[in-house]
């Protein structure tokens, strides 16, 4: 099955683009967050494409005046991984690993966007991320991570939001590999289905540097991947194997109150949380029905909207968020000022925190 892809250099077998290895649970993804220097504007969008099951699927989310709005698009990938639209939104890349531009067109949200991402460094290659269950290939994928600035505008019905590089940052993320995607196996392990993900993600924006740090950790607290990186914008940057993570977090919950995580003797990251969310099942995560790499005909669109002050924090659909977050940067006796977002899955038992069953909150 040949396609646009196959005139390009990047084939990674003998056989045609088309054709992404033998596991159904291929994937190949783009992420990209963006916020102003309040968060009190927030939108995300993600595209990810599903060889194996023959489908690609896309959403761009919205958080405006306590409301996320939510626009998911799904289609029939025919082979071709070279088209990045699904409905109304898209992505071009205009400059590989520097420049990329998302495109919302008119549709029953009433919402519209054009927004260009501009890096402000090399993007970061995380470690590997692989883990089984039992015997059971349950990940097995790369990410790269790269911080950046927001240009561009917004639509929302007749509120045009004017979206510029001084007042709006984010990060945007690539990853492909394998993790669970579309239908559930219906023979899961026989120790049954994953019951422990302890997850934490934090990329943070600095006038001058750029930072990121993330854990994920067995249900003993040991992790099984965990980094740091610090990037200075004059292109210097240092990578730290074993951050220590100090958790807080809100009585009666599993939301964090403060992370502090200690990435070198004089470099710490603190990152306190804002209590208005951004939930991760508008871009698909943990969603019901739309769900990544789910099949919903030949093409389909779906626009919905979470009333952010009176959403059940506690629904595990709602488990996977997105804090915005006001951060410092303790590096080498000096003390910086930044704005990121403290990426939360923390599920099942994880002994540092205190948890020891599926969703039972700190105390």
């Known amino acids: 099955m040949l396609s646009a892809g196959d005139d390009y250099p990047l084939h ?102 054009s927004l260009t991402f501009t890096a402000r460094h090399s993007p970061i290659e995380e470690p590997r991320f692989t883990r089984r269950n039992d015997t059971r290939m349950f990940m097995d994928y790369t990410r790269m991570t790269q911080n950046g600035v927001w240009s561009g505008e917004i639509v929302k019905d007749a509120q045009k939001i004017a979206v510029a590089p001084d007042g709006f940052m984010g990060t945007r993320d690539r990853s492909w590999g394998i993790r669970p995607i579309g239908t559930p196996d219906p023979q899961p392990p026989a120790s049954g289905n994953l019951s422990q993900f302890f997850w934490l993600w934090a990329p943070c924006n600095f006038a001058d540097y750029a930072c990121f740090a993330h854990t994920n950790d067995d249900g003993s607290g040991k992790p099984w991947n965990r980094r740091a990186v610090v990037y200075e914008l004059d292109g ?53 029905v739309w769900g990544h790499g789910m099949d919903h005909g030949p093409e389909d669109f779906a626009y919905d909207w979470i009333d952010l002050a009176g959403i059940n924090d506690g629904d595990p659909s709602n488990m996977h968020i997105q804090a915005f977050s006001n951060a410092l940067l303790e590096v080498e006796g000096e003390t910086k000022k930044g704005t990121g977002v403290l990426e939360q899955l923390l599920i099942g038992p994880h002994a540092p925190s205190g948890f020891s069953d599926l969703l039972d909150p700190a105390s």
Do not use: W
């Open 12 to 113: 990674q077998t003998p056989e045609p683009i088309a054709y992404a290895g033998s596991d159904r649970n291929f994937y190949d993804r783009y992420f990209f967050n963006g916020y102003n220097a309040d968060g009190s504007v927030f939108f995300a969008a993600a595209m990810g494409f599903y060889p194996q099951l023959g489908i690609v699927d896309a959403a761009f989310c919205l958080t405006l005046d306590g409301i996320q709005h939510n626009l998911r698009a799904s289609r029939h990938l025919g082979g071709d991984r070279m088209q990045l639209s699904v409905g109304p939104i898209k992505i071009e890349i205009m400059e590989p690993l520097k420049n990329l531009r998302i495109t919302v067109l008119g549709n029953d949200s009433g919402i519209t966007a």
């Open 236 to 288: 210097k940057h240092s990578e730290f194997e074993r951050p220590e993570f100090e958790l807080e977090y809100v009585g009666g919950s599993r939301r964090l109150r403060e992370a502090r995580i200690q990435l070198a003797e004089r470099t710490c990251l603190t990152l306190t949380p804002s209590p208005m969310n951004f939930y991760m099942n508008g871009l698909g995560y943990t969603h019901p």
